[in-house]
């Protein structure tokens, strides 16, 4: 109750009352960093925002590791073409590991215990066969298959008469090179990936925030504390105050998130990042759309809280608002392909914020383009505000009942 004393103190005669929302955005980012839940959901953001960048290369795990049991006449089949015939084999994520026991019926005797993945063993007219028990890996099968048909085509090559000097010389022959006509190119899924991430942070802390400032108006109006208010500091005020104070947190929040998202993402996939020249560009984009995007709907919220007598109350008037945040959203989600629509909703003003970066990322925007989405998202906000200026001052100091859109629109008489 300290901070809403603070702000309830009278002004001074003749004070210049145009900066009291300093106050009150001072008191608004007071309240907030002092309560649990906003801590809370800020570190549980931040540990899906780390997860998501170190948990699927930790779940991949390394090579798979797979034992075949071979007798002394299939182990050289088992070897690299070229080698001595170690004892293990593998190609890139794939280790096989060879086991020679004395014949074959030892090794189906480890294939039905499960004590080996598979047993390579000599098979009718010169082939080898493949034993399994139930099934065998397909990682393990593409290996085997390549290994015993290159060493095969060796043999034969042998018995042709191609000197062994020879046979090593063309299997030593390197690969084709490989040329990219379009190296810079983003990779559209990856583009996809993190265009959708940009949204779901976007969609998260908005909403957070959103209704936070609806619930504060609200118990503001249900505690009777906005009558102590606004006899210090006007209405108009105490909405900037408020927009201004929560943008300030939530433009903090996601800096944050963004800034540990861009570092995780550069440790745990360098490659990847070093792939993605534009993405520190697209992240900034994202922090302008959506510094100017919380503006335009935040002050919606604080209409929405006012219009409301209770808590109970909220729901109600705020499910326009809901809609207003979760139809750009689920359009950004689910058009993911570059494409006329996608261009469209890049200059949608509800949905700019989400879609534009993406398309910064994926390098399908002219450098002019955000410039123009963020002029009509500017545009948008202007005419926004005004509306909900208009509603949270009519609706703010009526208690005892939720208010329409008309009822909240009409000046109180």
């Not at 062994?164 to 996809?192: N, S, Y």
């Not at 002029?375 to 906000?381: D, E, G, K, Y």
């Amino acid at each position: 109750m300290t901070a809403t004393t603070t702000a309830a103190t009278p002004a001074a005669p003749g004070a210049d009352l145009r900066g009291l929302w300093r106050l009150v955005a001072r008191r608004e980012v007071s309240v907030r960093l002092r309560d649990k839940g906003f801590v809370v959901s800020t570190v549980l953001l931040l540990l899906i925002v780390l997860a998501s960048m170190f948990l699927p290369p930790l779940l991949a795990g390394g090579p798979d590791r797979y034992e075949v049991a071979v007798t002394a006449r299939t182990a050289p089949l088992l070897a690299a073409p070229g080698a001595d015939g170690g004892a293990a084999a593998g190609t890139e994520g794939t280790v096989v590991v060879a086991r020679e026991v004395a014949d074959a019926a030892a090794a189906e005797a480890l294939v039905r215990d499960g004590a080996v993945d598979a047993a390579l063993l000599p098979g009718a007219s010169a082939r080898a066969e493949i034993v399994g028990g139930t099934s065998v890996p397909q990682g393990l099968l593409e290996v085997l298959t390549e290994r015993v048909a290159a060493q095969q085509l060796v043999s034969g090559l042998v018995e042709a008469g191609v000197p062994p000097q020879r046979v090593g010389e063309l299997l030593a022959t390197p690969p084709p090179a490989t040329r990219l006509l379009d190296p810079d190119a983003v990779d559209p899924v990856t583009a996809m990936l993190l265009g959708i991430a940009f949204a779901v942070l976007f969609f998260q802390v908005v909403l957070i925030f959103g209704f936070s400032i609806a619930q504060s108006v609200v118990q503001e109006k249900q505690t009777r504390v906005i009558e102590l208010l606004v006899t210090a500091v006007p209405v108009r005020q105490l909405l900037v105050g408020k927009i201004v104070g929560n943008g300030l947190l939530a433009f903090g929040q996601m800096a944050l998130l963004v800034g540990v998202g861009l570092a995780g993402f550069a440790l745990s996939d360098r490659e990847a990042l070093a792939s993605l020249p534009s993405l520190p560009l697209a992240a900034g984009w994202f922090l302008v759309f959506f510094v100017f995007g919380f503006a335009m709907l935040s002050c919606l919220w604080a209409a929405a809280g006012a219009m409301a007598s209770r808590l109970e109350d909220l729901q109600s008037t705020a499910t326009p608002v809901q809609f207003l945040v979760m139809i750009p959203f689920f359009a950004a989600v689910f058009v993911r392909d570059p494409g006329p629509v996608l261009t469209a909703l890049s200059y949608v003003p509800l949905s700019s914020p989400l879609v534009m970066p993406r398309r910064v990322l994926a390098g399908d925007a002219a450098v002019w383009e955000p410039f123009a989405a963020l002029a009509l998202i500017v545009v948008t906000a202007l005419v926004l505000v005004v509306v909900a200026r208009r509603l949270y001052e009519n609706s703010l100091l009526q208690t005892g009942r939720t208010l329409g859109f008309r009822a909240a629109w009409r000046r109180p008489v």
